[in-house]
Nanobody, 126 residues
């Protein structure tokens, strides 16, 4: 059974950092791509980053590029999202997912999830 679980959210002030973790199981991690999404009630879900685990290729949406960094730890089947310079508009529930994604350079052009994980709340106060 494919499982993904995001953790590490919390309440921070604008400008501060958080590191989210995504624990995965039930699939071949090294052959997968893992993406990050965020959801705010009443707004469209945003897929903003992904990593191809095998070759560590990463893509980012413009909304997070330069502030967020995604990485993978194959022995642990874990993916991490380092979020720096957080802004109030980053407030959302963050989910990791097993995805298909594509881009150009480091720019994310498209992302589709195959399996969705439980999210973690990130709140950034001004």
């Amino acid at each position: 059974e494919v499982q993904l679980q995001a953790s590490g959210g919390g309440l921070v002030q604008a400008g501060e950092s958080l590191r989210l973790s995504c624990a995965t199981s039930g699939f071949n991690f090294d052959h997968a791509a893992i993406g990050w999404f965020r959801q705010v009630p009443g707004k469209e879900r945003e897929g903003f980053s992904c990593i191809s685990v095998g070759d560590h290729v990463t893509y980012y949406a413009e909304s997070v590029k330069g502030r967020f960094t995604v990485s993978a730890d194959s022995p642990k089947n874990m993916v991490y999202l380092q979020m720096n310079s957080l802004k109030p508009e980053d407030t959302a529930v963050y989910h990791c997912a097993k995805v298909s994604c594509w881009g150009w350079g480091t720019t994310l052009n498209g992302i589709e999830y195959d399996n969705w994980g439980q999210g973690t709340q990130v709140t950034v106060s001004s």
